[in-house]
């Protein structure tokens, strides 16, 4: 069996796996931003 | 450290580990290039069993003073925490899958003991958000924070104890008989994982005490209306 597909797999899997979930909580933490400044100017 | 110089040096340090890692280390004897992924796994899953721990910490710590602060950076480093067991579940059995040829071996201590922490860990939120009140929620969530944390240390010295079948260790006074270059390898990338771990934190924490800010402000918006 060759292991380069599942070493790929793995690291791949790992940084698609942390780079979604900062995607999911940096835009969480933007929009929860803007609401604040909205309600801010009001 | 402010959150970019984070994220900064978490790249700079992943970048110097994924080089060390692809173009430094040598490919082991026996195991080739699957051998790679343990600089992926292992650094993966220290750095989730001493969160777990600290987070039990963070919430003593909420306990003796009463501050909720400390009961959210429990909370926070606890759900880091079990992101990353999933990704050491994941590259333990992509591991196993080119090593041995299965994906999970049920009579393994290392990976049964690993999973029984990981389905522990899973019972905190359902637990944390089946109480409305957020004192009570707090306290209750610190107790199981405590308990669970104070198992982990526990639970990893009884698999220490317990004859291994095929995992192999790396934790151990001779480090797991690997050359020098293997082991700057792995301590970058110990140290990588334990950044990426800071940062994860960190992100998270920000977004949490923005919406805890949020629904202040909209109580007291409502309020003056």
Known sequence: VSAVPYVVGAYAG???LFGIWVSIM???TRRRRRELDELERR | MRTRALIAATAATAAVALALIFLYAPLDADQGLS????YLHVP??????VGFMAAGAMALRHLRTGDRSWDLRSYVTIHVSLVFAVAVLGTGSIWARVSWGHWWVWNEPMLVSFLIVFLLYCCYQPLRFSIEDPDRQARYAAVFAITAGAFVPLNFLAVRLAEAYTHPRVLSATGGHMPGSMRLTFGV????????FM???RVELESKRTAIELRQRW???KAAR
Not at chain 2, 35 to 38: E, G, H, P, V
């Open chain 1, 14 to 16: 790992v940084f698609c």
């Open chain 2, 219 to 221: 109580r007291l918006a």
């Open chain 2, 189 to 196: 990338a110990l140290v990588a994982a334990a950044l990426l």
């Open chain 2, 35 to 38: 051998q790679k992924i343990f």
């Open chain 1, 26 to 28: 940096m835009r969480h």
């Open chain 2, 44 to 49: 993966m899953a220290i750095v989730t069993l």
């Open chain 2, 199 to 201: 940062t994860l934190r």
